[in-house]
């Protein structure tokens, strides 16, 4: 929780089907004009119904009307499903580093 409260400008979406929570994703300001989206799932139950894709929209929509004009993400390199929807969403790979467990992690970023 300590991570979570000192961020700036915490943005947290939440996807529910048929009144059950079906997934969310939390984001931040990483300075300014810059977005970070930083933890997202959607729940096993309620994956394969376009739930990440409608948070991904959501959360660009919100960053836009607040003037951000980049987005930037990681995911691990093993996440092939986040990896190929960020990309079919205009993210673009500009980095990688070493994160948990020694595991590749890719950086990416849109332009808003």
Same mark, same amino acid.
Request: charge should be positive.
């Given at each position: 929780?300590?991570?979570?409260?000192?961020?700036?400008?915490?943005?947290?979406?939440?996807?529910?089907?048929? !009144? *059950?929570?079906?997934?969310?994703?939390? =984001?931040?300001?990483? /300075?300014?004009?810059?977005?970070?989206?930083?933890? @997202?799932?959607?729940?096993?139950?309620?994956?394969?119904?376009?739930?990440?894709?409608?948070?991904?929209?959501?959360?660009?929509?919100?960053?836009?009307?607040?003037?951000? !004009? *980049?987005?930037?993400?990681?995911?691990? =390199?093993?996440?092939? /499903?986040?990896?190929?929807?960020?990309?079919?969403? @205009?993210?673009?790979?500009?980095?990688?580093?070493?994160?948990?467990?020694?595991?590749?992690?890719?950086?990416?970023?849109?332009?808003?």
């Amino acid at each position: 929780m300590a991570r979570v409260n000192e961020k700036q400008k915490l943005l947290v979406i939440l996807a529910y089907i048929d !009144n *059950e929570l079906a997934g969310f994703k939390i =984001g931040y300001e990483k /300075n300014r004009g810059t977005f970070f989206s930083w933890l @997202g799932a959607v729940f096993p139950k309620h994956q394969r119904k376009g739930v990440a894709r409608a948070l991904l929209c959501y959360q660009h929509k919100s960053c836009t009307k607040n003037n951000y !004009n *980049e987005i930037q993400t990681e995911t691990q =390199g093993t996440n092939a /499903n986040m990896l190929v929807l960020n990309l079919q969403e @205009g993210f673009s790979i500009f980095g990688s580093h070493l994160g948990r467990n020694d595991e590749i992690t890719v950086q990416l970023r849109k332009k808003l």
